[in-house]
């Protein structure tokens, strides 16, 4: 049976974050001068009891200058359920993919050849689709045993993107050397964005060398990221996007609260400061770096 499309896939949040701790929703941001985007958001994940629709998020975005949101599928259910989605909400469009978490548990079940084939299906199926993401690798949470089957499901996205002209959204956990490596021997897409970018300085200058985009998510605002404010100091202002990763890594002072694209003020008020940028030249750099990473901007009407 298929999920509507106004209700989430999945409730995982407090299975990662426990059940103690503070879900309510942190209050609005003062608004952004000029409207900016959220490039990767999962609307379809719960957090406790306070999950958002769709429409309901794109309000209270847009209501403080985030005007459009990019849905992202990690699964086949979330694949679908982000182009639905798409779909039915002009401000929304949708990536899909399989992320790498994913890869081994459908390997083991003798089942990522047809799940490819699926994402490759749902790709093609409707224009709302702009990227094929997130794939990548993720080393934290997958030992020795999945790494195969995250290379393998890698290299079968990279060459989608490539395929289909979609923008390629690459999760890096703990695995810069080899997202590199691989984007390397399998080449890189035109349009390239390392989601969530978790590296220093000096990886952040390798990744612009191959023409990557770095997205930041409410990371770069906690007290223990000095790293990720170095890298984005180095980054040029036509290489940056900002994201929420929503419902997780909700910026600050709300860390550990549910995140949501109605946040993003906080983030990009504190990566203007970082970089020493004026806030409304920021904003709209990252609106216009987004339309060139996401293949041309999207309406916010119905459609």
Not at 144 to 165: C, M, N, T, V
Not at 235 to 248: C, H, N, S, W
């Amino acid at each position: 049976m298929s999920t509507p499309a106004n209700q989430p896939t999945r409730s995982r949040v407090n299975a990662e974050f426990g059940t103690t701790r503070d879900v309510s929703r942190p209050p609005a941001p003062e608004p952004l001068p000029v409207p900016v985007v959220d490039n990767h958001c999962h609307l379809d994940i719960e957090d406790g009891e306070s999950w958002l629709d769709p429409a309901a998020a794109v309000e209270q975005s847009t209501a403080v200058g985030v005007d459009r949101i990019v849905q992202i599928g990690c699964d086949l259910p979330g694949a679908a359920w982000a182009v639905r989605t798409a779909e039915q909400h002009g401000a929304i469009v949708a990536g899909v993919a399989l992320h790498p978490n994913e890869a081994p548990k459908l390997a083991r079940a003798g089942q990522l050849d047809a799940a490819l084939q699926e994402i490759e299906r749902l790709i093609v199926s409707s224009d709302r689709v702009r990227a094929v993401g997130e794939t990548g690798l993720d080393y934290y949470r997958t030992g020795p045993e999945g790494l195969e089957a995250q290379r393998r499901s890698f290299a079968a996205h990279i060459e989608l993107a490539h395929r289909h002209d979609k923008t390629l959204v690459v999760h890096d956990r703990d695995a810069h050397e080899d997202v590199l490596a691989m984007l390397d021997e399998y080449g890189v897409p035109d349009r390239t964005v390392l989601h969530c970018f978790s590296g220093d300085a000096d990886f952040a200058r390798r990744c612009l060398d191959r023409g990557a985009y770095l997205s930041f998510a409410g990371t770069v605002t906690f007290k223990n990221a000095g790293y990720l404010r170095d890298a984005l100091a180095v980054a040029p202002l036509d290489r940056i996007l900002v994201e929420t990763d929503a419902p997780f890594l909700t910026p600050m002072p709300y860390r550990g609260r549910p995140n949501a694209s109605y946040l993003i003020p906080l983030t990009v008020r504190a990566m203007a400061e970082v970089r020493g940028d004026d806030l409304e030249r920021l904003c709209a750099a990252i609106s216009a770096n987004t339309d060139a990473a996401f293949g041309g901007p999207w309406g916010t009407g119905r459609g």
